[in-house]
């Protein structure tokens, strides 16, 4: 268990660019979540999805942010036409519904710092 | 909708002595709880959480929380800390255990040597 992965860890980008984050979960971790957190503030959910299903997306993702799950293994996360607004930390988590009545933990990897000039 | 009240956004305290993180909540359904720290430029790591087995949740580092449905609390102790408690701590809290988090908005810790 080598714990969940992001790449990159940082990210320098100017307006108006396209990104794209990798979150390699926990293996044989079914759901996939996707938070943004700002500077002082918690981590805001984005999206979330169980095997490759997306399940649930928040009304935070404009139409320039995409999320995909292609194998129900990895995801990635892209941002098309950056904007300073978009700068923040992009953490991803993974659970195992497996838990039983216990609920799921969710656990997380150690984010992606965007950076939008 | 389930969310979750973090009062005091900086705490501070001396070296050896109690730590009292505060966290009430808000949700249409028997909730579940947890307390995740943040160390700097780094993710979250799960401390506790409640998921309704007993009261009183005990976690690592010897952190422990209360449950308490008549004030709507979660609150987050440790007996004396240590230099390496400082750090953001955020309450969140789950609808059914199995979905989205929904986090506040932090309380950093200061600890004075």
């Known amino acids: 268990d080598t714990g969940v992965s992001q790449d990159p860890r940082h990210k320098i980008t100017k307006r108006g660019q396209n990104v794209t984050f990798r979150c390699d979960p926990i293996?044989?971790?079914?759901?996939l979540y996707w938070y943004r957190q700002t500077l002082g503030q918690g981590p805001e959910f984005l999206t979330y999805?169980?095997?490759?299903?997306?399940?649930?997306k928040s009304r935070l993702l404009s139409d320039r942010f995409s999320a995909e799950r292609p194998k129900g293994s990895f995801s990635t996360l892209e941002i098309q036409r950056t904007e300073q607004g978009d700068s923040a930390m992009y953490l991803c988590?993974?659970?195992?519904?497996?838990?039983?009545?216990?609920?799921?933990?969710?656990?997380f990897g150690p984010g992606t710092r965007l950076l939008v000039l | 909708a389930q969310s979750v009240t973090q009062l005091g956004s900086h705490v501070s305290v001396s070296e050896g002595a109690l730590v009292l993180l505060r966290c009430n909540y808000s949700?249409?359904?028997?909730?579940?709880l947890f307390w995740y720290v943040q160390y700097p430029n780094q993710g979250l790591q799960l401390l506790l959480k409640?998921?309704?087995?007993?009261?009183l949740v005990k976690g690592i580092n010897g952190f422990e929380a209360e449950f308490k449905k008549s004030e709507t609390s979660f609150h987050l102790t440790k007996p004396s800390a240590h230099m390496s408690d400082a750090a953001e701590y955020f309450c969140?809290?789950?609808?059914?255990?199995?979905?989205?988090?929904?986090f506040g908005t932090g309380t950093r810790l200061t600890i004075i040597p």
């Open positions: 999805f169980q095997n490759e299903a997306q399940l649930e």
């Open positions: 988590a993974s659970s195992s519904t497996s838990g039983g009545a216990g609920g799921e933990t969710q656990y």
């Open positions: 293996s044989e971790h079914n759901r």
């Open positions: 949700s249409s359904v028997p909730p579940y």
């Open positions: 969140a809290v789950s609808k059914f255990g199995n979905e989205k988090l929904t």
């Open positions: 409640y998921t309704s087995a007993a009261t």
